[in-house]
């Protein structure tokens, strides 16, 4: 078995490992995504409209969700499946950039999976803004491989163009009738002048694509933008947080409903209810709350996974004398959003030694740090080895390394500026007001960028193996190397009882 990142720096895929082949699975021709760019962030501008004039995207779910009714899906959106007591199942989040890292994740998806039932992706097909033309190369191509089923929940990028895309792939929906234009002077009208509406599908760009994955073992039609799978002893229920992070009400009465029962239960989500240390309970127009659901002891819920936070967390929370796991899951593919922003974990009786993280916070500083060591042209004053980049973290966090230095590297005044500046955590007792708001500016603002296209690049992907008695959860790395390509690490593993 290949060393972890947990274990080794070459594990992490530090050093002069041999390039993955998986340039060979992309197409000729790469779009390079930044979101730096603004011709990137113009279209994407439906989160902050929704936000600025009101989140129309409950009424368009609805909307949604009776078209697929009235075509046929079931009313319950329940998929009952043949599996049997033991199988396995994937999970894999923000995955549709289409260059590099997306790709590079792929050989060891293909490897780890061959024997599972089904996949679910969690949040954020496609970017930038989940349109239909761009599910070729963002979605068929790269998965063409995996014979079985892909179930989705769709992110935020999957309605900057109202869904339309993310319906037509996944539930075969044609496009909802155009909607009468608000009247003057409302906030639904001034969001109406602004909105980024969605483009005429190529019809065939999109058959063609459709080829790619056109073998019947992969066929599933899902009865809409959210849905609960029954799945051998376990259901699987996968819901639709929208633009801002929320449940309508329709969706929450819904989601009540099929919470019901002694099956034990698996939640994905667009949305983490636990990340960065911080709980985000998720709410539910009209009152309540996603994890008033999760944590209410009828319901039987064991796992939370989420995606939209591009890269792997996980908290054991304890309710009621039973734990169950929040896991945060979206390194599928997008730019990496650090982890070395993460203060030192103290949430819901979660400390430090319980919390896992991937990429480890080190490796997370010394990318970021090489990042903009070659964006601002100071590579000598900001680069950081992985080594001089996990001391720091071990420091301003009061912990102990996470992995092992041969030679552990002396922490300087330099090494501790560049920690600050690129917003590393601390320890919450030694966290000011004025800290904290900068972190969470860092996070939203600097992070972003399609950071690079050489590895590693600290991609992650899981694999639920199910029985009668549990789930075992294991968090598998793609750094874009050979030998991780060839045998998949695994970052974390964690035994859930049924």
Not at 326 to 338: C, I, K, L, R
Not at 456 to 480: E, N
Request: glycine share 8%; with cysteine; net charge neutral.
């Amino acid at each position: 078995m290949s060393h972890s990142s947990r274990d080794t720096a070459e594990g992490a895929g530090w050093g002069t490992a041999e390039r993955g082949d998986y340039k060979q699975l992309m197409p000729h021709r790469v779009e390079k995504l930044s979101w730096l760019n603004p011709k990137t962030l113009w279209p994407a501008r439906n989160g902050v409209l929704a936000s600025w004039f009101g989140d129309p995207t409950g009424r368009t779910r609805s909307r949604w969700v009776e078209q697929r009714t009235v075509a046929g899906a079931p009313a319950d959106k329940v998929v009952r499946r043949d599996d049997p007591d033991h199988f396995s199942f994937m999970v894999i989040g923000d995955t549709g950039e289409g260059d590099d890292p997306q790709y590079a994740v792929v050989p060891g998806f293909l490897k780890v999976s061959q024997d599972t039932r089904f996949a679910v992706l969690a949040s954020d097909v496609v970017y930038p803004v989940g349109t239909a033309d761009d599910y070729g190369t963002k979605f068929h191509r790269p998965y063409q491989d995996y014979q079985a089923p892909i179930y989705a929940i769709p992110g935020n990028h999957d309605w900057y163009e109202d869904l339309q895309g993310f319906m037509r792939v996944f539930c075969e929906a044609p496009p909802l009738t155009p909607e009468a234009t608000p009247r003057p002077p409302t906030p639904a009208w001034l969001r109406s002048l602004l909105w980024h509406k969605p483009r005429t599908t190529d019809e065939q760009r999109l058959a063609e694509a459709r080829k790619l994955r056109s073998a019947p073992a992969q066929q599933a039609v899902q009865p809409g933008p959210y849905w609960a799978v029954d799945a051998g002893p376990v259901r699987i229920i996968g819901i639709d947080t929208g633009l801002l992070g929320t449940v309508d009400a329709e969706q929450g009465r819904w989601l009540r409903e099929v919470s019901k029962g002694d099956t034990p239960k698996i939640l994905i989500t667009g949305s983490p209810l636990y990340v960065d240390a911080e709980h985000h309970p998720c709410q539910i127009d009209g009152g309540g709350t996603v994890d008033d659901i999760v944590r209410d002891p009828d319901h039987h819920y064991v796992a939370a996974i989420g995606g939209d936070i591009h890269n792997y967390q996980r908290y054991p929370v304890t309710v009621d004398g039973r734990t169950i796991q929040y896991v945060v899951a979206g390194g599928g593919g997008a730019f990496m959003h650090a982890t070395h922003t993460v203060p030192r974990v103290s949430v819901a009786g979660v400390s430090e030694d319980d919390f896992r993280c991937y990429p480890l916070r080190g490796d997370s500083l010394a990318f970021y740090s090489r990042l903009y060591g070659r964006r601002l042209r100071m590579r000598r004053f900001f680069t950081l080895t992985e080594a001089e980049a996990t001391a720091v973290i071990a420091k301003r966090l009061g912990i102990r390394p996470t992995r092992a230095q041969v030679s552990p590297a002396r922490v300087t005044l330099r090494t501790r500026l560049v920690a600050s500046l690129l917003g590393a955590g601390g320890r919450p007792d030694r966290t000011s007001r004025f800290r904290l708001p900068v972190r969470k500016a860092y996070t939203q603002l600097l992070s972003p960028g399609s950071a690079t296209y050489s590895p590693p690049f600290f991609k992650c992907f899981l694999r639920l193996d199910v029985t009668p008695d549990s789930v075992r959860l294991r968090c598998f790395s793609a750094t874009g190397n050979l030998q991780q390509e060839i045998d998949p690490p695994v970052e974390d593993e964690v035994t859930i009882s049924l």
